[in-house]
Structures are given as C-alpha cells and as structure tokens.
C-alpha cells in the first residue's frame, strides 16, 4: 500500500503546488492592472491639475516628491550610487523631462482619450529608434506594430465632420512619445551595469529641477498652489512614481516582459475611459477605429519587440 499512495501523494503536491502559481500569477496580473489603472487616471489628473498651477509647477512638485520616496525607501542604495548611475541618470533624466514636459503641456489642447493613445505610440516607435541608435534589427511584429500605429494615428486625426484635426495638443503628445521611445532605447544603452533604482532616482531628481527652473522662464507665476492641487500632486508622487515603480520592479522579477509589457497597453484604455466617463471626451467613429488599431499596434509591436532590459522603466 506504501508504494502505491507514494505517487498519489506526489502528484497531490503537484496539484497544490501548480494551484499555488496560478494564484500567485493572477495576483501579479491583477497588480499590473492596477498599474495600468493609475497611468490611465493620471491623463485626467495632469489635465486638471495643470489648469489651477501651470505645468513646470506640477512637474516639480510630483517628481521632486516622487524622488523623495524612493529616496526614503532605497537610501542606502543611493549611498553606493557610482559616477556612472550618476552620469546615466542625468542624460536620461533630460530625456524624461522632455517627454513629461511635452505630455503635460499637450494635454492642455488636446482630449485626456487622444493624449492616451498617442502616448501609447511610445511602444512601437522603441524597435525603430533601437534600430536606428543601437543598430538593432527590428522584428517582423515590431514592423507590423509600427505599420499598424501609423495607421491609428492618421485616423484618431479625424473628427466628427471628417476632417484632419491634428493640433498642437496631438503635435506636442506625439514628440513625447518619441521622447518616451528615445528613454526607453537610451535607458537599454546606459542601464546594462548599474542599479536601475538609483537610476529612477536621479531622473526623478533631474525633472523635477529642471521643471524649477522652467518655471520662471516659461513665466508661469510663482505662487503656493491651491490645496487640490497639493491633493493631486501627492498622489502623482506617491501613487504614480513611487509605488507603480516599486511595484514593477517586483513584479517583473517574476513575469516574463512580454506577459507584463500586454497588460501595459491596458493604459490607454483606461485614459480613454476615464476620458469618455468623467471629462466627457467625444471621438469620431473613426478616432476609435483609430485607437484600435494603435493598441493593436502596440500590441503586436511589444510581442514581437526587440528585448530592452529598461523599457520597464518607462510608462
């Protein structure tokens, strides 16, 4: 009898513990919607926020408390941070303000939906950019994503009356998703040897000084801004930063890129939503055919994307 409930024990292990993995596995999925979640209602929050204290003030305010967090919770790592991290972080850092200085002013001319989706176009443009700067062949996917996304961006363009309504807002949007991009291949270029978290930090650092000093210069007024603004900021800088970074980090020592970087596209999808829901953001027919096929984009150019050890970075 010993001998025959020996491989029935074995395999009731097995059961529990391939149980146990699926239910861990849905957690991490679950954890990685709720990132998505929170990129997708920041569109509305950065719109809004901006309104009542200027867009330089509300990126040095987020970033600069972002960075304190994660300062706060990886102290000692910065204690060890090397000339490298040090000079990575500042040239990525000038990257990242571009891209989060375009995104924020654009979003002032443009809806929180199309501001979603032309983001997203970060994705696809990551194997053109890597091919270009790093001389890294692209894949067929990533050729049909990017096809694809071009496809999407030429059709969200159009409004209800059908003509081509490509503003400053979709212009100044767009240049952040090339920024996105140029981060995301540049992060691949300089992240190979150094500590990504002191690397997040001196970025975080970087934007939110160089936002300081695009206050006066941009000649937004200087003023203490209103407590709702304080309310948003806070939680851009906690919610946004620090704990979605934190968050990824952890996960994406546990799930493959390609199964995290699917439930990423989730995020314009959710700007869209919150757009549509609660700003009451209006879309052509074609504009969501258009957005269709940019999510598809970015989803067929993230499986069939070139490997980037840094592209966890970046939204």
Not at 29 to 50: E, P, Q, R, Y
Not at 217 to 234: A, D, F, K, N
Request: proline residues 3%; aromatic residues 10%; contains cysteine.
């Amino acid at each position: 009898m010993a001998t025959q409930s020996a491989p029935l024990t074995e395999i009731a292990i097995t059961e529990e513990v391939k149980q146990a993995e699926r239910s861990y596995s849905l957690r991490h999925d679950a954890l990685l919607v709720l990132i998505t979640l929170i990129w997708g209602s920041t569109f509305l929050i950065v719109k809004n926020t901006v309104r009542l204290s200027g867009p330089f003030t509300y990126l040095a305010l987020s970033y600069g408390i972002g960075g304190i967090i994660l300062v706060l919770i990886f102290h000692r790592r910065l204690m060890r941070i090397s000339r490298a991290e040090l000079l990575s972080g500042l040239v990525l850092g000038t990257i990242l303000f571009t891209a989060y200085a375009l995104q924020t002013i654009g979003l002032q001319y443009t809806t929180v939906s199309k501001a979603g989706f032309i983001t997203g176009l970060y994705v696809p443009l990551v194997p053109v950019f890597a091919f270009l700067l790093l001389r890294q062949k692209p894949t067929q996917g990533a050729i049909v994503g990017f096809a694809l996304s071009l496809i999407g961006l030429f059709l969200i363009s159009f409004n209800d009356k059908f003509n081509l309504t490509f503003g400053l807002g979709e212009t100044l949007i767009l240049g952040a998703a090339i920024a996105f991009a140029l981060h995301v291949v540049n992060v691949s270029k300089f992240a190979a040897n150094v500590d990504a978290i002191n690397l997040a930090i001196v970025q975080l650092a970087l934007t939110s000084l160089l936002s300081f000093i695009a206050i006066p210069i941009s000649r937004e007024p200087i003023i203490m801004p209103p407590l709702i603004v304080w309310g948003s900021v806070l939680f851009m800088g906690v919610v946004d930063l620090a704990f979605t970074l934190s968050a990824m980090i952890w996960v994406q020592q546990l799930v493959s890129s390609t199964r995290a970087a699917l439930i990423y596209a989730l995020e314009p999808m959710w700007a869209a939503l919150f757009g549509f829901a609660l700003a009451g953001d209006k879309l052509s027919l074609l504009a969501w055919i258009g957005c269709g096929f940019i999510l598809a984009g970015m989803i067929v150019g993230r499986v069939g994307k070139i490997h980037l050890p840094g592209s966890k970075w970046i939204k």
